[in-house]
């Protein structure tokens, strides 16, 4: 195995484990958000709000509204 084969798969290593590790702290301030949420009935809909105008925004950008 040349050097160049492994330097490429340890870029791929590297890039798939920055993009697991992401995935999991993006979801970990998700779960923790949900927490603090949870008990508070007006705090939730602050957070279900706040969701859906973001959900809204994607949806635009993808139709290119």
Not at 49 to 60: H, K, M, N, Q, R
């Amino acid at each position: 195995m040349s050097a160049y084969n492994l330097s490429s798969l340890w870029d791929k290593f590297l890039t798939f484990s920055t993009t697991v590790i992401d995935i999991v702290v993006i979801w970990m301030i998700i779960l923790a958000a949900l927490r603090i949420v949870r008990g508070k009935s007006s705090t939730m809909q602050i957070f279900k709000g706040i969701i859906f105008v973001i959900i809204v925004d994607v949806l635009a950008k993808v139709m290119n509204l």
